[in-house]
């Protein structure tokens, strides 16, 4: 029996530690091509680089684990920076604008939940139109148009969320970390973070141990959903003004990099380890191939070619086992 | 001479070191009707993908229609479908329901090449074949509108029209004296008359003995006995029913109302008015298992009835009350209720979790519970996955579950369908120690076979409603 348990646990570690020789041959691979890209300069940069990415990754990895998706994460990111970016260069307070946007994007986490676990839409097709609802929010937050520079009453806004450092990395570095940190937390040690990967497993046997589908699947959205907030702040400290295409694809990014990291396209199954390992990768990856001057083209397939490579590994796994079983 | 349709000569299939089919021997004749009758489950899958997908064998060998199909020498095997044209009728599955019993016969078939689909054609086709086979069913039906039996019905008749010779029913769910499936076996007989061959699975030997020219009963994945239709004797076929004496002993029912239905109507339920009391096992008996899912919704409260009320010791159910007392397990929990990508504690710890938040912040309380219910579970409490593990040890894994709650009233659907004989025995044994703990239980199955072996009390489900109501012993159960 323990020698079942030791295997069964190194399978379910398995691909996080696959993903992470990965990250390691790309870092190695890349280091020799450009010694400049294991500099500490690039490392802090690829870490900074990452930290959105990383936000919405996570959102989107809740949202997964309970075996649905959310497609307006994207939108909502760039909501988030466009109603934020507006209000700064209006001369209001940037927390008050930082929060209002959290507030905002946290109402539709909850108009998701509802849709999906209350009303029982489709959450391909929920997160669709709400995709759709806050891409046209952030559109006209500012008239159709860019915002201009928040200004410079925000420099501190800036510093935390872009340019301040703390230890010898950038503080949006350490909030990220703290937010993941978070959420691992809630996944694994409390109750909320268990019924989520149960509702994903197995949604009827869930709803007939008395958990509270309706409410455990709203919390996953509305965690999705400031993250996705957060990550558009992040965007408008970075820019220093609002754009409208910001968080454009967002949605399927924050798909890759979860499921890169192994969590489950259908399901209960996941650790946010393994999302950190996929925005890692990911990052890795763009800024790789950007100094060694491949074209965007040649990232996006690499990435393509990753994650159907991963999703089929997941598949065929799963599909093995219930065989087996 | 009669003609030989099916022959499995020593057939040996070991799967993952498991011998699920031991030499095991049979044959079928051309308009026999064959039962076979699994003591122990084991094998049957193997057998059923024996015959219909034509699977590898590890010794002995398969012929069908007098010619080789399967050896354990791969080289004298032959494609599945090529030459063994095998119908297969298992539950309602078989059927797309969105289609017309027609198209569901004519067009979902291998061989149809048609490009345009004339439904008014389909229709006039189908009522011919109806006639020639006996049928009396309108081909422009939908076939989710169609009852258990004629599902039956027409999954066999869709395997005739694809030209099998040989059709295996399996598990055809319907309870023994039901006139459905009298209905349906009346049907069996008038296509074996037609030199259509049977092989008919069922866990109930009275299912069998209804319908087959012989049995055999198969136990350790090994034919150990075929008996003749002129052969059926009690005392051939009494090893195979239950032993009263291994009936776990149950205590008496208390008198404090635990569950009350109160003229509840709600999609199909009509005025249900019914109650049941602390310690008593009461059997909701609905022949036509029309009414599992409208009592689902109600009792896990995800929809409210359309008139009249549910009280639960008193209080009417409702979200905030009423619901934590409920404990509800769906048939076939194995597949149903069972966290799939969850350790085997975690599985057990998830219903508990409800009344103690914290019981995954560390690892201390859950850890008193392993070694708690280690003595009634086993090993299989350190499993890091349900999957793989024995039938039985997901069966406690679910009731269990249940148990370390401590609902005050159970609920089961169809506890055991799709179970061998000592799985029941198992399920039974579960049951009581939820009655020796005085829960009030709840039974809703389709079946009286198993289900009023443990139950005080029966409750008929008619068209409108519960139409009457039985006193059960555990003598009347064996019936």
């Known amino acids: 029996m323990m020698r079942k348990i030791g295997i069964s646990l190194t399978m379910r570690a398995g691909r996080i530690i696959v993903m992470l020789v990965l990250m ?9 091509m450009d010694p400049m890209f294991y500099g500490s300069r690039n490392v802090e940069n690829v870490l900074r680089s990452i930290a959105p990415i990383l ?6 990895s809740v949202v997964l684990i309970t075996g649905n998706i959310d497609l307006s994460i994207g939108s909502v990111m760039g909501m988030s920076c466009m109603v934020s970016a507006t209000m700064m260069s209006s001369g209001i307070e940037p927390a008050m604008a930082a929060v209002v946007s959290l507030l905002i994007c946290c109402a539709f986490g909850v108009l998701n939940g509802e849709l999906v676990s209350r009303a029982k839409m489709p959450s391909y097709i929920a997160t669709l139109g709400t995709m759709m609802i806050c891409r046209g929010i952030a559109q006209i937050a500012n008239q159709n148009y860019d915002t201009g520079f928040i200004g410079h009453g925000a420099r501190g806004f800036r510093d935390l969320f872009f340019y301040g450092r703390f230890l010898g990395m950038y503080d949006i570095v350490w909030i990220v970390f703290a937010v993941w940190g ?24 869930s709803r007939l141990s008395g958990i509270g589908v309706v409410s455990t699947v709203r919390k996953a959205y509305v965690i999705s959903a400031v993250c996705a907030g957060l990550a558009g702040i992040i965007t408008t400290a970075e820019t220093g003004y609002g754009s409208m295409t910001v968080g454009s694809l967002y949605e399927l990014y924050a798909v890759a990099v979860a499921v890169i990291g192994g969590i489950s396209t259908l399901g209960g199954r996941g650790l946010l380890a393994g999302t950190a390992v996929g925005a890692a990768i990911w990052g890795i990856l763009q800024n790789g191939l950007i100094r060694v001057g491949a074209p965007l083209s040649l990232r996006n397939i690499a990435i393509g070619i990753i994650v159907v490579v991963v999703v089929a590994i997941d598949v065929t796994s799963r599909t093995r086992r219930s065989g087996a079983n | 001479m009669r003609k030989e349709v099916f022959r499995a000569d020593s057939v040996t299939c070991t799967r993952a070191g498991l011998k699920l089919l031991d030499n095991f021997s049979l044959h079928v004749f051309e308009g026999e009707v064959l039962g076979l009758f699994f003591a122990d489950n084991r094998g049957k899958d193997e057998f059923v993908g024996l015959a219909t997908e034509n699977r590898a064998i590890d010794y002995g060998r398969v012929l069908f229609m007098d010619r080789q199909v ?16 095998i119908g297969y009728v298992s539950r ?15 067009v979902m078939r291998r061989g149809f090449r048609k490009y345009i689909i004339n439904k008014s054609v389909l229709t006039s086709q189908f009522a011919a074949l109806a006639e020639e086979y006996g049928v009396s069913l309108d081909g422009s039906v939908y076939a989710r509108d169609l009852s258990m039996a004629d599902a039956y019905i027409i999954q066999a008749l869709k395997a005739v029209v694809d030209g099998s010779a040989l059709i295996i029913v399996r598990n055809a769910c319907i309870e023994y004296g039901d006139p459905e499936l009298t209905k349906f076996q009346q049907q069996v007989r008038r296509f074996a008359e037609r030199g259509v061959s049977f092989i008919y699975i069922s866990g109930d030997i009275n299912v069998l003995t209804g319908v087959c020219d012989r049995v055999a009963a198969v136990e350790g994945g090994r034919v150990i006995r075929v008996v003749d239709r002129s052969e059926y004797t009690a005392e051939k076929l009494r090893r195979y029913h239950f032993s009263p004496g291994r009936m776990p002993v149950l205590p008496e029912a208390g008198t404090a109302s635990m569950l009350r239905f109160d003229k509840v109507s709600f999609g199909s339920i009509s005025k249900f008015d019914f109650s049941v009391s602390e310690g008593e096992c009461v059997l909701l008996w609905d022949r036509m298992d029309r009414i599992r899912s409208d009592m689902r919704s109600l009792l896990s409260r995800e929809a409210k009835p359309d008139s009249g009320e549910i009280r639960v010791r008193g209080a009417q159910i409702s979200k905030s009350s009423g619901a934590a007392h409920i404990s ?35 690892s201390a309380r859950r850890t008193v519970i392993r070694d708690e219910y280690r003595a009634l579970i086993g090993d299989s409490i350190d499993a890091d996955s349900p999957q793989g593990l024995p039938a039985e040890s997901l069966y406690d894994l679910v009731y269990m579950r249940e148990y370390i709650y401590n609902p005050r009233i159970l609920v089961l659907e169809r506890p055991f369908i799709e179970t061998d004989i000592g799985l029941r025995m198992h399920i039974m044994s579960l049951i009581a120690m939820f009655k020796q703990r005085r829960t009030a239980i709840l039974i809703i199955d389709s079946s009286t076979t198993d289900s009023a072996a443990v139950s005080d009390r029966m409750l008929i489900v008619g068209g409108s409603g519960i139409t009457g109501e039985r006193a059960l012993g555990i003598e009347e159960g064996m019936e």
């Open chain 2, 70 to 85: 399967n050896s354990y020498n791969a080289a004298n095997s032959v494609r599945p479908g090529a030459a063994m044209r």
């Open chain 2, 92 to 106: 309602t599955e078989g059927l797309i329901g969105d289609m017309t019993v027609a198209e569901n016969v004519f």
């Open chain 2, 328 to 362: 509800y397990i769906r048939e076939v929990p194995t597949r149903s209720m069972i966290f799939s990508e969850m350790s085997c504690l975690d599985n057990l710890c998830i219903r508990a979790a409800e009344r103690v938040p914290s019981l995954w912040m560390g």
């Open chain 1, 182 to 205: 978070i959420l691992l937390f809630v996944l694994v040690k409390t109750r909320t973070g268990r019924y989520m990967y149960a509702i994903g497993n197995n949604l009827e046997a």
């Open chain 1, 24 to 32: 390691a041959i790309l870092f190695i691979v890349f280091s020799m």
């Open chain 1, 55 to 60: 936000l919405i990754g996570v959102g989107q």
